[in-house]
């Protein structure tokens, strides 16, 4: 899926390794065949060759995948749409040629095409009703592939491991002795430096989508990849979001969907999912804007200022 996977066994559990690494490796080879648009051979790729066409027979994970994708769409009311590519075409820098805004007519046209509710998945098939939609999982897709491999896991009887797919994990047991796992949150304004680190709940998940690392400038300022569906422009206001949720698709899919939203409209969703968050202003120096149950497991690195989610 573009990226790097990482298992990590704690303690004595490390002579499972060998075994679980094998079997974890061969899970996300599969996903990667199903759910990459990388590959054009994929099931993905295929579905969206025929989108407006036809259905497309898929296997028992992208069904799963595409339903649970169309759920987190509902939740945040558009912010997260994996059917967003045809807007994200335009915003990515075309070598040989200097970057501009898209025109009004190439985003409505965009526009017209992105729409998660027009995917349609039944009976272990899936279609795209309209010609030029185009489905990328690569907002939820790692997150899923994580929890299968986490799965894997148990069920071989490892107890304290970790996860890691691309910044998704998932963790179990303790990294050491009455030793949770722990993960950093970087300073989205510096990437050599971590602001907090977080100590993980057993069995919980967590992802990061922030604006930093890829960008495009046009004109002397700079716009995110994180595209909002809803209106075509990159989303605004946030340089970071972290996400701890019981699963990594929810960690996933909600650290996109958040970050387009903002701290205020996340707020219902948070709270109804029970997931907690860090949200981080876009504006210097960095702030920590955090969901009360998220406090007591953070520890801050650097001079930074904490507070509970405004609107809480």
């Excluded at 010609?131 to 071989?156: F, N, P, Q, S, T």
Aim: aromatic share 6%; glycine share 10%.
């Amino acid at each position: 899926m573009g990226t790097r996977a990482t298992l990590t066994l704690a303690g004595k559990e490390s002579d499972k390794l060998p075994g679980a690494a094998d079997q974890t490796k061969r899970l996300m080879q599969a996903l990667n065949a199903e759910l990459t648009v990388y590959r054009p051979d994929s099931v993905i790729s295929r579905l969206n060759a025929v989108a407006g066409v036809r259905p497309l027979q898929v296997p028992e994970h992208t069904e799963r995948l595409l339903e649970l994708s169309k759920v987190y769409g509902e939740l945040t009311s558009g912010a997260f749409d994996v059917t967003v590519g045809p807007v994200m075409d335009l915003w990515r820098p075309v070598k040989g040629r200097t970057a501009s805004l898209p025109t009004d007519e190439a985003l409505k046209e965009a526009l017209s095409r992105v729409n998660f509710r027009k995917i349609q998945v039944a009976n272990g098939s899936a279609f795209l009703s309209d010609r030029g939609m185009r489905v990328d999982l690569g907002g939820i897709g790692k997150g899923y592939a994580v929890d299968i491999a986490w799965r894997r896991c148990e069920e071989l009887g490892v107890l304290n491991f970790m996860v890691d797919l691309g910044g998704n994990i998932r963790v179990s047991g303790q990294a050491e002795p009455a030793l949770a796992w722990s993960i950093a949150v970087r300073d989205p304004f510096d990437r050599s430096t971590s602001l907090a680190k977080i100590e993980m709940p057993d069995q919980w998940a967590v992802a990061t989508s922030g604006q930093y690392e890829r960008f495009i400038e046009i004109e002397g300022r700079r716009y995110g990849h994180i595209v909002d569906p809803r209106t075509g422009y990159p989303a605004a206001g946030l340089a970071g979001v972290t996400v701890l949720a019981p699963n990594a698709t929810m960690s996933d899919a909600l650290s996109t969907g958040l970050f387009v939203l903002g701290p205020k409209k996340s707020i219902p969703i948070l709270k109804k999912t029970g997931a907690q968050a860090v949200f981080i202003p876009d504006k210097q120096p960095a702030e920590l804007w955090v969901t009360p149950g998220i406090q007591d497991k953070l520890t801050v690195l650097e001079d930074v200022k904490v507070q509970v989610l405004p609107g809480w």
